[in-house]
């Protein structure tokens, strides 16, 4: 049955069955605009109508766009929930959270061929074996260097007929021009398994084997190869949490809403090891954490475990309704569980922390924003700073920030080419005009906010190259001796709290590039200074 209504005054609970069900909120135009799962559909229904004072100002929005609801009846609140769950996938409503834009956790996986390959995949299938999955996509690659590096497994789309880069520099052995045949292959793959499913001891005692045996045959390439390896292991072990008694996996969830926005973190531990953490910043509505663990869970991995910091559901039924939803469709049982001690809660305030942290990061990026007058939030900072020693190696290096953190896959170094001395201001000249003259060559998204490591001369030096190119992006200095910025136009520099988060922010991102800039032009020294040596060999 459907419940016409003209004003959010014209609604009549009585039309609206006391059982178990999924309601429909449609706009004039009989697009569904919400849908919702209720123990007792009239209850459920009528708070939107009759209590609009406390709803948040996301729902109060919606409830002035219904013009219909539908509701459909069900045995149970678990049904309703499957129910609710099937129809947003089909509907996606525009009040419902939506996830859609995050990526999915992706996997190490091997193909089931004779050579299985390893790769990494966002699904599991039939046809793969996966491990994981891995919520920091760092560490999975990682990890997956490792395995390739220490079993040598080939990562080739398909069989070539010839031997590849990867057999030449020894990380692969090859299967596809028969130097290993598909038993030695297979044990291969057999070890690599065992360390992809937790079996770290097992690779460690192996490779201390096959290097003091290396060792004993004189082959100290070899063993200074495997002790590398090994070195790499335990790094990789220390970055994580491990108890090796826990044989199943957990999630940690945190919630904190912040200015009419739920702010919140993931953290997946798979096996004991707490693999890294996933950010959302999702618009506030009503019933939040219930709402998105029905969003997160309906495209993520489920864990036996989920761990949050408070309860998000009403009485012992609900929450016993949502573990069996959950049980549904993760194929297996699932607890939910709200810790008040012990390691469970030490997890919780790990994951809250990390939301201070972010909010650290959104808070410097706003009072930068406010106090430089910038025409949006600079979530994209690329900083220069020019590096000589007299006349020779003359280079420049740039970090890019993204959301106040460091993404290093945007560095880039750049070697003079039209200046031929030591003239910082010529250099920043070049790098900048470089840099951005290729930016619209390839269309690409430009920062936010330039910071150049150096006072008024080498700041207008870049915002000169931006006028010859016809760009227009904030561009600020900072110079050293007094932490004092520079804005492009303003005589006298101004001067901040160097402790606030903004100060500490900026000097963050100008130390980054000081020390990225600086460890290029000595990798150029010592690139010279080995050739000259070499020429030197080659002369006697």
């Known amino acids: 049955m459907m419940m016409q209504i003209k004003s959010v005054t014209d609604f009549d609970s009585s039309l609206v069955p006391t059982n178990p069900g999924v309601y429909l909120f449609k706009d004039q135009d009989d697009v569904i605009i919400y849908c919702g799962k209720a123990k007792n559909l009239r209850n459920r229904v009528s708070n939107y109508f009759s209590d609009r004072g406390n709803l948040t100002l996301k729902t109060q929005h919606l409830v002035t766009k219904i013009r219909k609801v539908d509701w459909i009846v069900v045995r149970s609140e678990v049904e309703a929930l499957l129910l609710e769950n099937k129809l947003i ?116 005692d192996m490779l201390t084997q096959q290097m003091q045996q290396a060792s004993d045959e004189r082959k100290y390439e070899r063993a200074l190869e495997l002790r590398n390896q090994l070195y790499s292991i335990r790094m990789l072990s220390s970055k994580q949490i ?77 929450k016993d309704a949502i573990e069996a939803f959950l049980a549904k469709l993760r194929g297996g049982a699932v607890g939910i569980t709200v810790p008040i001690r012990g390691e469970k809660k030490a997890l919780i305030e790990l994951a809250n922390k990390n939301i201070e942290v972010n909010m650290d990061h959104d808070s410097a990026l706003t009072d930068l924003k406010n106090e430089l007058n910038l025409p949006s939030l600079p979530l994209v900072i690329e900083s220069f700073d020019i590096s000589n020693l007299g006349n020779e190696h003359i280079v420049s290096g740039m970090v890019r920030f993204v959301d106040g953190k460091p993404d290093k896959s945007g560095y880039r170094k750049f070697r003079m080419r039209s200046v031929k001395s030591a003239d910082d201001f010529a250099s920043m000249r070049e790098v ?108 006697r």
């Open 89 to 204: 996938k089909q509907h996606a409503p525009k009040y419902n959270i939506n996830l859609k834009d995050a990526k999915t956790f992706a996997y190490i996986a091997f193909t089931k061929d004779s050579f299985p390959r390893i790769l990494s995949s966002r699904k599991t299938s039939s046809k793969l074996e996966s491990f994981g999955p891995y919520t920091d996509g760092t560490k999975r690659r990682e990890i997956q260097k490792l395995v390739v590096n220490i079993f040598k497994l080939r990562t080739c789309h398909s069989m070539p007929n010839r031997a590849c880069l990867n057999y030449h520099i020894g990380i692969c052995t090859a299967p596809c021009i028969g130097k290993v045949n598909s038993q030695q292959y297979r044990q291969q793959v057999d070890n690599a398994r065992t360390f992809l499913k937790g079996g770290t001891q097992q690779t460690v």
């Open 432 to 539: 900048i005009y470089r840099r951005y003259k290729r930016l619209l060559e390839e269309k690409a998204r430009m920062p936010d906010l330039i910071l150049i490591d150096g006072g008024a001369e080498q700041l207008h030096c870049a915002v000169t190259s931006l006028n010859s190119l016809g760009i227009k992006i904030p561009a600020i200095g900072l110079a050293k001796k007094l932490e004092e910025i520079y804005i492009p136009g303003e005589r006298m520099p101004r001067r901040f709290d160097n402790n606030s988060k903004m100060m500490l922010l900026v000097r963050r991102i100008r130390d980054a590039t000081h020390n990225f800039s600086v460890a290029y032009n000595r990798k150029r020294r010592q690139m010279k200074m080995r050739d000259e040596f070499a020429r030197g060999l080659s002369a």
């Open 242 to 318: 491990v108890d090796n008694e826990r044989d199943y996996d957990q999630d940690v969830l945190a919630f904190k809403k912040v200015d009419g926005k739920m702010l919140v973190v993931h953290m997946g531990i798979r096996r004991g090891v707490l693999l890294g953490k996933k950010d959302f910043d999702v618009e506030n509505q009503d019933n939040f954490e219930q709402e998105f663990l029905k969003a997160f869970y309906s495209s993520n991995p489920i864990p036996r475990e989920i761990i949050l910091e408070r309860e998000c559901w009403s009485d012992q039924d609900e």
